[in-house]
């Protein structure tokens, strides 16, 4: 049974940066047929995917037009985790986040996003 | 960007009712690229559909998925009482992915 387990802080400074992990069990980071996501959700904001990272032979991330520029994921092959790290914040990047598995199955379709971490709720605020 | 806009914003029908919910693209997505899922207060989302028409493990078989192009369906045949929640769709053809803003299923 896969589980992610989510770690980080609940309360960050405007400015500052923020650090989550995803500690993977039952499957690896280095899965090459699944990629491993940051989701957030807010009431103004909805359900925001907001970036991915996966391995094919060698390791790809995409981000989402919004945080491109304020926002690294990265796989940790030793821990078999990955990160996100979203600086600059501001009190709009308040809201839930997850980590999510996407498996692909056949000629590399999704399957969806079928597991989830707990979600870490993040606020920014002084 | 692929923007989903779902309808309606919330749907209010009794147990034993049929649901039908919409998930319309901006531009043509791919149904193999189509997933929808289900969150209830306090829960994290849970996959119900993926490549517009499978349901994912475990998922009841009132639960049906269907279209293609930029028009999209989720159907409840006859709702039962653990159905009320929010439903979103999501598109995996863009590059991360969007999720459609969600409809709000609620006991009338």
């Known amino acids: 049974q896969v589980q992610l387990q989510q770690s980080g802080p609940g309360l960050v400074k405007p400015s500052q940066t923020l650090s989550l992990t995803c500690a993977i069990s039952g499957d690896s980071v280095s899965s090459n047929s699944v990629a491993w996501n940051w989701i957030r959700q807010s009431p103004s904001r909805g359900l925001e995917w907001l970036g991915r990272?996966?391995?094919?032979?060698?390791?790809?991330?995409d981000y989402a037009v919004s945080v491109k520029s304020r926002l690294t994921i990265n796989p940790d092959t030793s821990k078999n985790q990955f990160s996100l790290q979203l600086n600059s914040v501001t009190p709009e990047d308040t809201a839930v986040y997850y980590c999510?598995?996407?498996?692909?199955?056949?000629?590399?379709?999704?399957?969806?996003?079928?597991?989830w971490g707990q979600g870490t709720t993040v606020t920014v605020s002084s | 960007e692929i923007v989903l806009t779902q309808s309606p914003g919330t749907l209010s029908l009794s147990p034993g009712e049929r649901a039908t919910l919409s998930c319309r693209a901006s531009?043509?997505?791919?149904?193999?690229?189509l997933a929808w899922y289900q969150q209830k207060p306090g829960q994290t989302p849970r996959l119900l559909i993926f490549?517009?028409?499978n349901r994912a493990t475990g998922i009841p078989d009132r639960f049906n998925g269907s279209g293609s192009g930029t028009d999209f369906t989720l159907t409840i045949s006859r709702l039962e009482p653990e159905d009320f929640a929010v439903y979103y769709c999501q598109q995996s053809a863009g590059s991360p992915g969007t999720f459609g803003q969600g409809t709000k299923v609620e006991i009338k």
């Open positions: 531009q043509s997505v791919s149904s193999s690229y």
């Open positions: 990272t996966y391995y094919r032979s060698k390791w790809y991330t």
């Open positions: 999510t598995r996407l498996p692909y199955y056949g000629l590399g379709l999704p399957y969806g996003m079928d597991v």
């Open positions: 490549g517009a028409s």
